[in-house]
């Protein structure tokens, strides 16, 4: 059993904390590392999913050429252009749909207009996965309709008219698979559940109907769906007169049109037309999601002054919130508002964690309605605009809803701004390849959209807008706000680009501001990639600050116009963090510091850059934080940017790692959630790492780094009715300290799994926060027992999100043929896994263990094509190569994943997701320049300086393990 087991780690532990002595090391130098094709030499190029028609030279010269923006562009009188087919337009489609079982029989009506020039070039529509019977093509109209040539070809129908003209009306017959992936029209399913929905966001429309689906093409749409066996179906528009099956029309790119045929239940109207739907069964799990949904409706309606009942003519006007059980994906349709049920309900006695991602993720779905449907893009390069205002506007509300000082059962989203966006989105940017948010050229291609839309725009892009607001905004206004209800003014139902951004926000800044009315600042933060990094440093009279551009890896310089906001020693103050002044190349401060004076640059860190300072300066700073009364000065948002930046800087090879871990070891003193959540997620790198050369070298960092967390907080709540940040950072931390090998918090763990009343059974009173850590730790310490405890857990858990946490922690088994065999059931037919819960496992498998990563991406590259068809198709494939580009842990791994890139096609079932490969290569090969460079050193570091704990005395520690473990 676990305990016999355990009882071995104890006295290795024992030994540890008698043996461990405190040295130092000289300071390290920092490294300059760079990139180079030569890692990596044959990446592969993207493989275009379309063709685009070749026109003759006489038809390009007939054709008009614009620059919009700066972007070649080709258009004939009023038509819009088409990455497709240019000169085609499509005014309007009418779409009918019949079910029969398990196979769709379609019949597109499709008015199309061509130009003059283009007339005699085929009609080409996309479509994919579709079997086209019968193409019939009318003049004018479908009375003279007659059978068209037509071919599928490379992913697109073309089709030849029998007469050549400019205005058609062309009518396709075609039928379709029923699919169960969550995109397209499919069946959805879990247990006893069955439902039907359309998501055809973002390229999804040409797999339900032949199209034309660039989202700058804006259409009339009617849908009439047949024989769905469903009582209830809901789409973006009310049914047409004397109709339960046909849909009225409306106008609008293809993409954004979604329905869902479902026996759901309403379970409550949190607001007037609104109402909240979930799977039959399932009850007392909704106040929350209720709550929320009420003031966010409320509260988006103000917060854009467009109600969302007026949005379009004809639209349903309710709002249906849907608890989709299987699958989670971006829902951008009117009135059908589909969020992955572990995101909308929990029970009142729910974590922190699942609270916290429940008012992220219902705000942010709700305010899609206003951000991606009012508001769209002209081509998918803008579509960061939509995202961020959309992710903008949701943390602005659910930041209101949270809000209230006398309640600590809420969530600080100050505190969740910062780490899960800020901070994140500066990690993912500071890879020499991420994406710039507007990028320099239109993106057309599926697989480049999925790049985009799904990359490092989803943090990047909100962080933007919060710094401009600060820049531009004054304590009175919101410059964002203001500027996004212009647009749903101006720009309403209508493509939207770059330079309505900058109008927006030109027609809505305030008189006096940091750049004077010119926001011509913004280009650089906005077609770069990457961020800058301010160097302070002292000099007698004051500091001098410099910039230049950061990057894991040398990039070239780009100048930016920097917002700077600090505060020193002599008169903190971190809570006016507007910004003193903007800056360019270098600035001088002239302020007098005495000798143990500090300065502290970007406060709160709500500005998109890291900071560096000169040696004293940092040991000055380091001498505040090690106090722990001088650290409370120190705002907990810079004490996370601190370390934040510390240690990135140091990965990066421009900080050595002795300051920064010294920073690190400031944490004993340390309780709050965001700068536990800036340590773990960054020392969580290296804990992975540095397995492959000891594996029990980084628990020494836990112990460090750990007392007054545990003196504190502990493992195990004290009350019933902890604050939810509390909460948050108990569940965290002891995560991290348990996957580390923390021997104090693995035998929390063993006391707390098992039912006192039912040795065999998990305990249902385990308290929901720290369930992760205690699932995970007691599959990897213990036996079959545990195994089987949980699965039979797992038969009669309600709650969607505990079931997940049940199925994350078997990723956490350190039995190699185990693991195999629940990998292999995450592409298995007969098991009941919905595609999210697929996912959901590969990610912890891969990054579980150095072991364990290996074994997923030994899966990863052997079954990529079951993964995709199972998993939720080429989107979840793309997060699989990533996920795995995590934790490529070493040279072997890294050169295994790329043999298997470099490989044909037919070995390597990557297809379109050969770009996503090609770009997680690259972010593996500046991890592994890492590994070569500063491992090893980061090693000797944490293994030299390895004081013992000093929290409570060995023999309370020993006491204690003693008393857990042989009381069994």
Same mark, same amino acid.
């Given at each position: 059993m676990a305990r016999t087991k355990f009882k071995w780690q104890l006295i290795i532990y024992l030994s540890l904390i008698i043996s461990n002595d405190a040295r130092s090391l000289p300071i390290l130098q920092p490294l300059t590392l760079q990139t180079t094709d030569s890692v990596y030499p044959n990446v592969i190029q993207e493989t275009p999913i379309e063709t685009i028609e070749t026109l003759t030279k006489d038809t390009q010269s007939e054709l008009k050429e614009v620059t919009i923006n700066g972007t070649r562009d080709l258009q004939n009188e009023s038509l819009m252009r088409s990455n497709l087919r240019p000169g085609q337009e499509v005014r309007r489609y009418t779409v009918e749909i019949k079910r029969n079982n398990n196979i769709l029989e379609g019949r597109a009506i499709i008015d199309v207009q061509l130009t003059e020039a283009t007339r005699n070039n085929p009609i080409i529509f996309n479509a994919i996965q579709l079997t086209v019977t019968n193409v019939l093509v009318g003049v004018l109209t479908s009375a003279n309709a007659v059978e068209a040539t037509f071919s599928l070809f490379n992913q697109q129908l073309q089709i030849t008219p029998a007469q050549s003209a400019t205005s058609y009306v062309v009518i396709v017959e075609y039928t379709m698979a029923l699919r169960d992936n969550g995109f397209g029209l499919y069946m959805g399913k879990y247990q006893d559940t069955n439902y039907i929905a359309m998501n055809l966001y973002p390229t999804h429309a040409r797999r339900v109907f032949p199209c034309m689906d660039e989202p700058n093409l804006s259409t009339i749409t009617t849908f009439t769906f047949e024989n769905m066996e469903y009582e209830n179906i809901v789409t973006n528009a009310m049914t047409a007169p004397e109709s339960q099956t046909t849909f009225r029309a409306l106008e609008g790119p293809p993409y954004l049109w979604g329905m869902v045929a479902h026996d759901f239940r309403t379970v409550v109207s949190p607001a007037t037309n609104v109402h909240l739907y979930v799977r039959q069964g399932v009850s007392n799990q909704e106040n929350l999601a209720a709550t929320a949904i009420h003031s966010y409706y409320l509260a988006l309606n103000e917060w854009t002054q467009k109600p969302y009942n007026e949005i379009i003519a004809n639209q349903d006007g309710r709002m249906h919130v849907l608890a989709l059980p299987d699958v989670s994906q971006d829902w951008y349709a009117l009135s059908t508002v589909c969020i992955w049920e572990p995101y909308v309900l929990t029970e009142n006695t729910g974590s922190a964690l699942q609270r916290k991602l429940m008012v992220v993720n219902i705000a942010e779905a709700m305010s899609k309605q206003w951000f991606g449907y009012v508001l769209y893009p002209e081509n998918w390069r803008h579509q960061w605009i939509i995202s961020g205002l959309s992710s903008y506007a949701g943390h602005s509300i659910a930041k209101d809803f949270q809000t209230n000082p006398e309640d600590t059962s809420l969530i600080d989203m100050d505190a969740i701004f910062v780490t899960d966006i800020i901070q994140e989105s500066l990690l993912r940017d500071s890879f020499e390849n991420s994406q710039p948010l507007e990028p320099a050229d239109n993106i057309f291609f599926e697989n480049r959209v999925r790049l985009n839309i799904n990359g490092v725009l989803k943090y990047k892009a909100p962080a933007m807008l919060r710094m401009f607001r600060l820049i531009l905004g004054d304590d009175e206004t919101d410059v964002i706000q203001r500027a996004a209800r212009a647009l749903l003014t101006s720009r309403s139902l209508q493509p939207i680009n770059l330079q309505n951004f900058y109008d927006s926000i030109t027609s809505e800044l305030p008189v006096e501001n940091l750049v004077d009315s010119n926001i011509e600042f913004m280009q650089n933060w906005l077609t770069n990639n990457g961020y800058p990094l301010i160097n302070v440093r002292l000099h007698q009279n004051g500091v001098v600050l410099s910039q230049q551009r950061f990057g894991l890896t040398i990039v070239s310089q780009v100048n930016y116009l920097i917002p700077i906001s600090y505060t020193t020693s002599i008169n903190p103050n971190f809570d006016d963090i507007k910004p003193e002044f903007m800056m360019d190349t270098t600035h001088e401060l002239n302020f007098a510091l005495e000798d143990n004076d500090w300065v502290i640059f970007n406060l709160q860190g709500q500005g998109y850059y890291r900071v560096n300072y000169d040696e004293q300066l940092w040991d000055r700073i380091i001498a505040a934080l =090690?106090?722990?009364?001088?650290?409370?000065?120190?705002?907990?948002?810079?004490?996370?940017?601190? $370390?934040?930046? /510390?240690?990135? *800087?140091?990965?990066?090879?421009? *900080?050595?790692?002795?300051?920064?871990?010294?920073?690190?070891?400031?944490? =004993?003193? =340390?309780?709050?959630? /965001? #700068?536990?959540?800036?340590? #773990?997620?960054?020392?969580?790198? $290296?804990?992975?790492r540095l397995f492959e050369l000891d594996e029990e070298v980084y628990v020494r960092m836990v112990r460090r780094t750990i007392p007054l967390f545990e003196e504190e907080l502990g493992f195990v709540p004290s009350t019933a009715n902890e604050p939810a940040m509390d909460r948050l950072t108990r569940g965290l931390v002891m995560d991290h300290a348990c996957r580390s090998g923390y021997d104090p918090c693995i035998a929390a763990a063993v006391d707390l799994f098992y039912d006192p009343n039912d040795n065999e059974a998990v305990n249902p009173n385990i308290p929901s926060d720290i369930r992760p850590a205690v699932f995970c730790t007691m599959v990897k310490v213990g036996d079959e027992g545990v195994i089987d405890a949980l699965h039979d857990r797992l038969e009669i858990e309600p709650i969607l999100y505990e079931r997940v946490v049940i199925l994350e922690s078997l990723g956490c088994s350190d039995d190699e043929e185990f693991i195999r065999d629940l990998l292999q059931e995450t592409v298995a037919v007969t098991t009941d896994y919905t595609p999210e819960e697929r996912m959901k496992i590969f990610a912890a498998v891969a990054s579980s263990s150095f072991q364990n990563s290996r074994l997923a991406l030994e899966f990863l590259t052997t079954r990529a094509g079951a993964i995709r068809n199972m998993y939720g198709g080429a989107d979840k494939l793309d997060e699989a190569i990533f996920t795995m580009a995590d934790n490529i842990l070493n040279n072997e791994m890294a050169s295994d994943f790329n043999v298997w890139v470099n490989s044909l096609d037919s070995i390597s079932n990557l297809e379109d997701s050969s770009l996503a490969a090609a770009e997680a290569r690259r972010m593996i090969a500046q991890n592994i320049i890492w590994n070569n460079n500063l491992k090893e050193q980061a090693y000797d570091w944490i293994n030299t300086n390895n004081a013992p704990t000093i929290f409570i005395s060995t023999f309370l520690v020993t006491l204690s393990l003693l008393i857990t473990l042989f009381n069994y």
């Open positions: =090690e106090d722990p009364e001088t650290r409370e000065i120190i705002h907990p948002f810079n004490r996370a940017s601190l $370390l934040d930046d /510390s240690l990135n *800087l140091a990965r990066a090879g421009r *900080l050595d790692y002795d300051i920064a871990f010294r920073i690190a070891l400031t944490m =004993e003193h =340390e309780l709050d959630y /965001s #700068v536990w959540r800036s340590f #773990v997620r960054n020392m969580d790198f $290296l804990r992975k």
